[in-house]
C-alpha cells in the first residue's frame, strides 16, 4: 500500500478501533460481576470506588483521543456537510475522554444505595455532578455528527441506507434511556445498552465513510 492509500486508511481504522473500544461495556461482568450485561449505567463499570474502574476509565480515553484527532484532521480538510460531522466527531472525543478521567462518577448508584442517596441529595462531588453533562455532550455530538454524514451521502444509496440503520438503533436507544430517566426501572440498562450499540454503530459508519470515499471533503 502506498503512503497515500495508508494515509487514507488510517482513519477509518482509528474509527474502527475506537467502535471497538467503545464496545467494552460488553466485558463488565466478566471484570465487576456486581453488575450484570444490562445492569445499571454502563459509566458505572468506571466509577472511582469499583473493581477495574481504570480499565473502563482508560477505555473512554483512549476512544476520546482517537476521536478527537480523527476529526481534527479530517474536519480541516472537508467541505460543507462532512466538516460538521467530523467537528461533531471532535466533540464527542472530547467529552467521553472527560468521561472516563475528570467527569468520571464517584460511586454506581444502581449497586449502592448509599451512592443512590447521596446522588438524590446532591451530595457527591462536583466531578460526578459534572459527568451527565460530559455524557449529554457526547450523545449530542454524536447525534449532530451523524445528521451531517447521511446528509453527505444521500447520493450513494446503500451508504445512505446503512446510516438510516445506526441512525434508528441510536435514537430508539436514546429515546428509550430518557424515558426511563424520567420514570427509572429494570429496563434502564438495556435501553442504554441499545443506545451505546447505536454509538458504536455510528463510529464504525463513520469509519466506513472515511475509507470508501478517498476524499473526505466530497
Known amino acids: 500500500m502506498s503512503r497515500v492509500g495508508r494515509a487514507r486508511a488510517l482513519p477509518g481504522l482509528a474509527l474502527g478501533l475506537a467502535a471497538v473500544l467503545y464496545s467494552s461495556w460488553l466485558i463488565g461482568p466478566l471484570l465487576n460481576p456486581a453488575f450484570g450485561l444490562l445492569d445499571g449505567y454502563a459509566s458505572e463499570l468506571a466509577a472511582r470506588d469499583q473493581p477495574y474502574h481504570l480499565v473502563f476509565g482508560l477505555g473512554d480515553l483512549v476512544v476520546g483521543a482517537l476521536a478527537s484527532a480523527t476529526g481534527l484532521a479530517l474536519a480541516w480538510r472537508a467541505r460543507r456537510w462532512p466538516r460538521w460531522a467530523w467537528w461533531g466527531l471532535l466533540a464527542f472525543g472530547v467529552a467521553t475522554a472527560l468521561d472516563g478521567t475528570v467527569s468520571s462518577m464517584d460511586c454506581a448508584p444502581s449497586a449502592d444505595a448509599r451512592c443512590a442517596r447521596l446522588a438524590e441529595l446532591g451530595a457527591l462531588s462536583w466531578r460526578d455532578q459534572w459527568h451527565s453533562v ?16 447521511l446528509m453527505s451521502r444521500r447520493d450513494r444509496r446503500a451508504s445512505f441506507r446503512w446510516g438510516l440503520a445506526v ?12 424515558v426511563e430517566l424520567t420514570h427509572p426501572d429494570a429496563a434502564l440498562g438495556a435501553w442504554q445498552r441499545v443506545q451505546l450499540l447505536g454509538l458504536s454503530g455510528w463510529l464504525l459508519y463513520a469509519g466506513g465513510v472515511v475509507a470508501t470515499q478517498g476524499d473526505t471533503g466530497s
Request: hydrophobic share 70%; aromatic share 0%.
Open 167 to 178: 441512525a434508528a438503533v441510536l435514537l430508539v436507544g436514546t429515546a428509550g434511556t430518557l
Open 134 to 149: 460530559s455524557s449529554s455532550v457526547a450523545i449530542a455530538a454524536a447525534l449532530a455528527s451523524l445528521l451531517a454524514l
